[in-house]
């Protein structure tokens, strides 16, 4: 019987916000550590460096508020440890742990205390910050995050509770890809004169390390090109972190939990899903370009948000007339 | 690390005789703490800490705006209870839940203990916790006490008492499983040579009294009945424990607002739908359970859930109502019932017990206070109550003011002089009090796991064993056998060597 009952919509909604949250607080991480490293190479004036890294996280309007002009140590501050920044990577430690702490029953004990001991981590870390192994922090929580993956799925059931945290670290994955992609190739329009110098190929390749994917890049394009790289992050059929890569995964998880066939749907959220799968499937790089990378990611993005939505009305919240429905439904 | 200076200071300890020779059951447990090295207690000490604070066995702390989450401080010198003692402990608290579960059905039946004036009819209208929603309602096997977390406390002369019953929503059982599994990763070698009986089983039992509760008709078509446990949400103080539970019996940790009441029976809201509840361990109070039945203003509980529970549609552990033999004035007369409903002498006496209505009680209690423990009759938590050897003149005045203007809602008993274990306080061994709460499960049979939850008073000199209140606990030990050398049954030695080996 146990194996049959469904999830609790609050329990789906916790766990899919989970693993978002665990998502989110590894690829800010990764941002950050990237941009630590480019500093080494390229003599930006500190704004120019780090304020794109917080329009990636989008909350560039509460950061000019609080703190004025980006700088290396307010822009690591706030991107880190801002208890009252919601993004930052400990908000999003935070409140993957509590999601977690929710729904302890759910997952597996192994994975209730990998985030447990990162979020203490990054507690104690948040109490004495120390700039010089700030590198190692960032290190730490990405592995912390790859571990949690690691865990989830090798300690739960692959049932409907698994793909719910799938499909919201593969949604969130996605918009992060989407948003780094944005910011830097519009940071580097106005250098578009400089390809193939090597500072171009410097700010390119954190584009790609930022997303874990300079090495995969290289063995699949060779060269640092935009148009490659735009094919490769947003197209690429086997990259883990491309958004159809991602788009795909989460598909089939959502399908996965419903049961409707693929490439058919009976929720909203699952044809949205299977939409923008499509849209991916058969789009081409030449397109993207051609009407702009920007508006079309803008668009990607708005998608996106849109399933998540979805999803939040299909399966997690309950209206009043719902249940009056679902009353009249459960005759047994 | 050594007991040469350990002093038992006139007090009944655990571990030693009055003579300060070890008792023979903590011999050999003696002997390795002994041998360890240098620092390695205190290391063990901490790394079981740390280890509660990765695994998140935390409490919330009430009223700490910050939701501070603390440990239950674990200490790792065991206590100790002897084969023969514990079974002699299992036959009492046996017959005593047997007598007050007939007395919480027969309550809220036909009141023939009242009217056989065994006890007051005053005393029952009286109490907080009696609940008069729940007259004629028939639970399935008319058990209504599933879960009980009796307190039982040894008296220097060596004797064992019941301190109280706990019958409503008794908590800390995580806590013995916990303690347990700590102990095995922080410190295996204490184990040694010893055959210490396994509490793991505790989760499985519990599931096992759950659905023999359940309506009989939620066991039709081959399925098995749907049991929840039913939480006040993370936020309380005993969420780990809740979800705990959930997670070792592997069912669904539901709140309130999971909960819907349709049709005459009960529903949970899940992803695809709404699923039948058959059965709610419930961790919330009578008065949060159900809006319409008790106390409106409750968001934490289900509305009409009574009404499904009377007609006989869900069940619910443990069974509303119960808090009337919770009261400490009822709890004085337990020994009348068990001879009135079971026909037979209590096994487990009862700590002495003063009530305060009765003028010729009042009288001895105010003359004296500074000998007595006096307690408010229905609060839990050691709140509301007065150690009378360890108080002021002025807090004593306090409550004699207290006890004239509310006789009903005190009683005293002598102060007992709780027996002692040894604690690793700093670098070496001190005595401190402690007591013991087995956990009672009662459905199609009676059940309790080997030892409980023994609590331990980390302030020097403090009978106060609460968590609330400086509380730590400790790892509880029933031997097997009383055998100097517990002998573990023979081990398979003959394994199949594991093959594919690369060569």
Known sequence: MIGDTPLLSRVAESIYWMARYMERAENVARFIGVNLNLQFDLQLDPEHQWQPLIDTSGDSVVFKERYGLASQHNAIDFLTYDAENPNSIFSCLRAARENARSVRETISSEMWEQVNSMYLRIQANRQMPEPESLPEVFRSIRLGSHLFQGIMDSTMTHSEGWHFARLGRQLERADKTSRILDVKYFMLLPSLKDIGTPYDDIQWSAVLKSVSGFEMYRKKHGRLQPRDIVDFLVLDREFPRSLHFCIHKADESLHAITGTPMGAFQWPSERLTGLLRAELDFMSVEQILREGLHEHLDLLQAKMNAIGQGLSEDFYAWTPEELAAASSKSGT | ????????????????????????????????????????????????????????????????????????????????????????????????????????????????????????????????????????????????????????????????????????VPSGVSYV????????????????????????????????????????SSWQKSQKPTVVVLTPGMYNSAYFEHSFLAQKMGVQLVEGRDLVVLDGFVWMRTTKGLRKVDVIYRRIDDDFLDPKAFRADSLLGVRGLVDVYRAGNVALANAPGNGVADDKVVYAYVPDMIRYYEGEDPILP????????????????????????????????????????????????????????????????????????????????????????????????????????????????????????????????????????????????????????RP
């Open chain 2, 1 to 168: 690390m050594q007991f040469a200076h350990y002093k038992t200071d006139g007090f009944y300890d655990e571990m030693f005789d009055a003579e300060g020779v070890a008792r023979p059951e903590a011999r050999l447990l003696l002997e390795t703490v002994e041998s360890l090295g240098e620092g390695q207690m205190q290391r063990c000490q901490r790394a079981a800490e740390r280890l509660l604070l990765q695994l998140g066995i935390t409490f919330n702390v009430y009223g700490d705006s910050a939701g501070t989450e603390r440990i239950f401080p674990f200490d790792l010198i065991p206590r100790i209870l002897r084969a023969e003692e514990w079974t002699w402990i299992e036959r009492g608290l046996k017959q005593r839940i047997r007598a007050l579960n007939a007395f919480i059905d027969d309550i809220y039946h036909d009141q023939k203990i009242l009217k056989d004036k065994i006890i007051p009819e005053e005393v029952i209208r009286s109490a907080i916790f009696y609940r008069p929603q729940c007259i004629g309602i028939n639970p399935p096997r008319g058990v209504w006490c599933h879960i009980t977390g009796t307190d039982l406390v040894r008296h220097g002369d060596g004797q064992i008492y019941v301190l109280e019953d706990n019958l409503r």
């Open chain 2, 177 to 216: 499983l916990e303690n347990r599994d700590l102990m095995k990763r922080t410190f295996p070698q204490i184990f040694e040579g010893l055959h210490v009986r396994p509490v793991d089983d505790y989760p499985s039992k519990l599931l096992e009294t759950l659905e023999s509760i359940a309506p009989p």
């Open chain 2, 350 to 501: 009862n700590v002495p017990t003063f009530l305060c209505w009765r003028d010729q009680d009042r009288q001895h209690v105010l003359q004296n206070l500074d000998k007595l423990v006096v307690k408010a009759a229905n609060e839990a938590g050691g709140y509301g109550m007065l150690v009378g050897p360890h108080s002021t003149a002025q807090q004593r005045a306090d409550f004699a003011d207290r006890i004239r203007a509310h006789p009903r809602d005190y009683i005293a008993q002598p102060t007992l002089a709780l027996s002692r274990v040894p604690t690793l306080i700093e670098d070496h061994f001190e005595g401190r009090h402690v007591d013991l709460r087995p956990y009672i499960l009662y459905g199609q049979e009676i059940t309790i796991v080997p030892g409980g939850l023994t609590r331990v008073a980390l302030r020097k000199g403090s009978l106060v064993v609460n968590s609330s209140q400086g509380g730590g606990s400790k790892d509880t030990w029933v031997l097997a056998n009383d055998g100097v050398n517990g002998e573990l049954p023979a081990q398979m030695q003959t394994q199949t060597q594991s093959t594919g080996v």
